[in-house]
Nanobody, 128 residues
Framework: QVQLLESGGGSVQAGGSLRLSCLFS?????????IGWFRQAPGKEREGVAGRAAVGLGIETHYSDAVKGRFTISLDNAKNTLYLQMNNLKPEDSAMYYCATASGICPPNLAPADFAYWGQGTQVSVSS
C-alpha cells in the first residue's frame, strides 16, 4: 500500500517560487513506477503537471506544456520524498496540488485516471 503526504503549499506573489514535497511510503524505490504531481483548480478537471519514472538505466521526466521550463520534479530516495520546484509562478498556477503513483511507466499526458494512489493535497495560491 502506497501512502503519500504533500506539504509546502502556500501563498506567493506572481514571479515567486515554492517547493512542494511529497513524503511517500510503500513506493518502489527502484522508481520503475511513475510518480508525479497533479493539480486541480476550482471548477476545472485534475491535470498532470510533472511525472518521473525509471526507464532502463535512466530516468524519464514529463511536464505539461503549461509548466515546462518553470517547474522541476525530483526525488530523493534517502528521504522518501518527491519534490516539485516551482519557479516564476503565475496566478493560473493556483490550485490544489497532489502527488500520485501509477504502475509502470508514466502514462501519456499523465492521465490522472491511470494513477492509483493519491495524497490529500496541498494548496498553492499565486496572486498577481
Amino acid at each position: 500500500q502506497v501512502q503519500l503526504l504533500e506539504s509546502g503549499g502556500g501563498s506567493v506573489q506572481a514571479g515567486g517560487s515554492l517547493r512542494l514535497s511529497c513524503l511517500f511510503s510503500g513506493y518502489d524505490k527502484r522508481n520503475y513506477d511513475c510518480i508525479g504531481w497533479f493539480r486541480q483548480a476550482p471548477g476545472k478537471e485534475r491535470e498532470g503537471v510533472a511525472g518521473r519514472a525509471a526507464v532502463g538505466l535512466g530516468i524519464e521526466t514529463h511536464y505539461s506544456d503549461a509548466v515546462k521550463g518553470r517547474f522541476t520534479i525530483s526525488l530523493d530516495n534517502a528521504k522518501n520524498t518527491l519534490y516539485l520546484q516551482m519557479n516564476n509562478l503565475k496566478p493560473e498556477d493556483s490550485a490544489m496540488y497532489y502527488c500520485a503513483t501509477a504502475s509502470g511507466i508514466c502514462p501519456p499526458n499523465l492521465a490522472p485516471a491511470d494513477f492509483a494512489y493519491w495524497g490529500q493535497g496541498t494548496q498553492v495560491s499565486v496572486s498577481s
